[in-house]
């Protein structure tokens, strides 16, 4: 069964331009990893320094082994940066698809 994964990432208006260039950067190679389906980067309509990253995955599994590889990598510690909060990360069981 497939995993949405809701990714919500809250900058500042100083850092806006550099987290979105950021998630632009890397978000390609997520697409790419083994297991995700589909990677959509969204900004909230009412506040422009909160964004959503909104993936598709085969199982929670392979997220996280996603995740590992980006921290192992050295990816979040620049990331964390960019942000004003911790980021909120919400898994989702798709049930169905019309």
Request: glycine share 4%; with cysteine.
């Amino acid at each position: 069964m497939s995993t949405r994964v809701l990714l919500t990432l809250r900058t500042d208006d100083g850092h806006r331009d550099d987290l979105l260039a950021f998630l632009r950067s890397v978000l390609p190679s997520t697409r790419t990893s083994n297991g995700c389906e589909r990677v959509f980067l969204c900004q909230s309509g009412d506040d422009p320094t909160v964004f959503l990253v909104d993936q598709q995955w085969t199982s929670k599994d392979s997220y996280l082994q996603y995740s590992r590889w980006r921290r192992d990598r050295g990816d979040l510690a620049p990331f964390a940066t960019l942000l004003i909060a911790p980021p909120v990360i919400e898994f989702h069981a798709q049930l169905d698809a019309w």
